[in-house]
């Protein structure tokens, strides 16, 4: 940590540049990139963490031809001074000479060099920038299609990286491949530097790098290379968290310079946007926080808190173990319906506002919004007991809970066949909660969903319990899993869209929307692309504005 250096956040410029869909059958889409630019850039541009503005950190998501990226770039290169970022995710390409090139989505791998961009342009770019340090992360690949999509006919050539006075990260050696494990959210490469960035400290790039490499090496995937010219490896892309204050601030505080609001920006978590990836203990008194939001967004204490500050909203989902950055999706077209309904009312209330989507275990679901980790839940059971620690809107949707089992097990026809068999439910579940009471079956409550359908596939357990719309469409998706048909257990429940308390106006500008939302339509099309298997029962599942404004926002 000796020595750590962190950029100057008024003249300092970052362009995050990731092509994930391409035109050329013979380039395999990668969806991990967008999720790997939206995280980056919530990363760097943290409004207490992060070391970049947010109008100084441009992402450029499937650039269509090079003069999208170098327009860009240019803008960057003339005004960076204190640090320049340049990040690049997608296929690495070899020209018919083996010179490296970044591709873009209409790129055609016959003809490399005149549909990507050339390495040495970007060098070119980056050298000539005047900025005291310049960083380039390169996450691209050489091959590797039987791991994942995350193929191409290339390889980072790593002595072609010679920039003088830059520091160079890359994922991989010349001659292996990048990995974009399927399902992942981020590529191996990416989703370990995020984790790197975020482990309290901060890490300088070097640090950075050793801990990436330490994480794929673990995995046995290839290891990261670096070059480093100068001192720019002790420079840290992230400001840690401070140490709690020996008392919390005075009403003195209001007037601190701004010098002393600079300070504070370096106190930890969930003032309003924390970590979504990383948990990071919230040591800062209410008091300091409830201060620290005034001073850095405005306004009255209620106001400062609002989900919609900025135009990204951390939605929780319930998924792999929120410790991995390799989570794998595992309720099917559930997820994307409920991610449609959250997308579509952020809409109504603001066209700018986007969902990043967070995947949460079971059991902590409630703690990762009273934490901050997420700002809203896409599809939380509205138990009243919930309702008390929790604000909802909803319902969204209704199921009752049911059963899903192996392909050609037929032994489930009625409720009390149950007995002796093994039941999996995640822990923390509204489906463990109920199997609890129905000590006939055996259960097993495992961390997640994913682990259970895993456990199901092996035959380590017989039945799955869960809602009976996500399981319909999982089953729908794999041949080797059926639902036991008209076999339920407890009173159907209502998902709705949680937030933390105290968050009563966004709840009803939320309410009013999904109202909105439902009678324009849009909810039944959602439920109908997304849920083929139960598309009939759209009509009788969809939520009434009586429902809607009966059971939201009761806190």
Known sequence: MTGTRFPDRATSRAVLIG??????????????????????????????????????????????????????????????????????????????AGLLHFALTGTDHQNVSWSAIH????????????????????????????????????????????????????????TAPSHAPPGAAHTAFTGAMLEALTVPGPLTLDEVHRHVDRELAGLGLPRPQRRSVGS?????????????????????????TEADIDSLTTAPTSLRRVWAWRVIPAITALCAMALLGNLLWGGESDDSSSIFGDDIVLVGLEGGAVESFFLTPAWGHFSAFNLDVVEGILKEVDTDLRPIRVDIQSSEQ?????????????????????????EFVGPIASGALGFMVRAGDESIKILADLKEKTVCAPGGST????????????????????????????????????DTLPLSALALEDTEL????????????????????????????????????????????????RLPNPAHRANELQPSATQINARSCRG
């Open 232 to 256: 720019v490896g002790g420079l840290s892309l992230v400001r840690g968290p401070a140490k709690e204050p020996e008392k919390p601030p005075t009403g003195d505080a209001q007037a601190s």
């Open 482 to 529: 059926r639902i036991a048909p008209n076999v339920t257990i407890g009173a159907p429940s209502q998902y709705g869209i949680a937030l933390p308390k105290g968050h009563n106006k966004d709840c009803v500008r939320l309410r009013d929307a999904l109202v909105k939302y439902v009678d324009s339509g849009k909810w039944s099309k959602a439920f109908r692309d």
């Open 119 to 174: 390495l040495d342009l970007v060098k070119r770019m980056v050298g000539g920038a005047r900025a005291k340090s310049r960083v380039l992360v390169l996450d691209c690949c050489f091959a590797g299609k039987a791991i994942s999509a995350m193929a191409g006919s290339s390889g980072l050539a790593l002595g072609q990286l010679n920039l003088t006075g830059t520091y160079t990260l890359t994922s991989t050696t010349a």
């Open 431 to 466: 489906g463990a909660d109920i199997m609890k009471g129905y000590p006939q079956a055996q259960l097993i409550a495992l961390k997640d969903p994913h682990s259970c359908i895993e456990s199901l596939k092996k035959k380590n357990v017989d039945v799955v319990v869960g």
């Open 19 to 96: 092509t994930g869909s391409f035109h050329d059958p013979e380039l395999p889409d990668i969806p991990a990139v967008q999720a790997n630019l939206d995280a980056l850039r919530l990363t760097l541009t943290h409004p207490v963490h992060g070391v970049f503005a947010p109008e100084h950190c441009v992402v450029v998501a499937d650039p269509k031809d090079q003069a999208t990226v170098g327009a860009a770039l240019s803008q960057a290169v003339r005004e960076s001074e204190d640090l320049l970022l340049v990040y690049y995710c997608g296929h690495g390409l070899l020209d018919e």
């Open 366 to 390: 409630i703690n990762s919004l009273q934490e901050g980790k997420v700002e809203v839940n896409a599809a939380l059971a509205m138990t009243s007991q919930r309702m008390e620690r929790l």
